[in-house]
């Protein structure tokens, strides 16, 4: 009953109220070995340890980040107004956190620009 208890207060606190997990414990939860499959976005940690079979873009994508940071990458595929994507996060974060690693690099562009090329024709 305590650990229901404990799992719906996580759910309605606020982020501040969150515990603290360090960058390393994070690392440890990657999804192998036996271990939790934790996710941060924004400094925010989510257990998808259950979520990710039930993942629409499939279980080997939230895999890929175990124990690891994906906010771009979250941003970009769901955007700000994913309504079921950010209706899920509240119930799955556990704790906040800082300096977990992003495996990728940012793209330094959102958008590909074209170039005009001149071909002589007018």
Same mark, same amino acid.
């Given at each position: ?34 271990s ?10 989510? %257990? &998808? +340890? ?6 629409? !873009? ?5 895999? /890929?980040?175990?124990?690891? %940071? &994906? +906010?771009?990458?979250y941003?970009?595929?769901? !955007?700000?107004?994913?309504?079921k994507? /950010? ?6 974060r ?27 024709y007018?």
């Amino acid at each position: 009953m305590s650990r229901m208890l404990n799992f719906v207060s996580r759910r309605s606190a606020k982020i501040e109220e969150l515990p603290f997990i360090s960058a390393e414990g994070v690392k440890q939860q990657n999804g192998k070995e036996n271990s939790k499959l934790w996710l941060v976005i924004d400094d925010i940690v989510y %257990d &998808c +340890s259950t979520f990710a079979r039930q993942h629409p !873009g499939g279980e080997a994508v939230l895999k /890929n980040f175990g124990g690891k %940071d &994906c +906010s771009w990458q979250y941003h970009k595929i769901h !955007g700000m107004n994913s309504n079921k994507a /950010n209706k899920l996060l509240p119930k799955l974060r556990i704790g906040r956190t800082k300096a977990v690693e992003n495996p990728y690099d940012k793209p330094k562009t959102d958008h590909v620009e074209f170039i005009r090329v001149s071909t002589g024709y007018n």
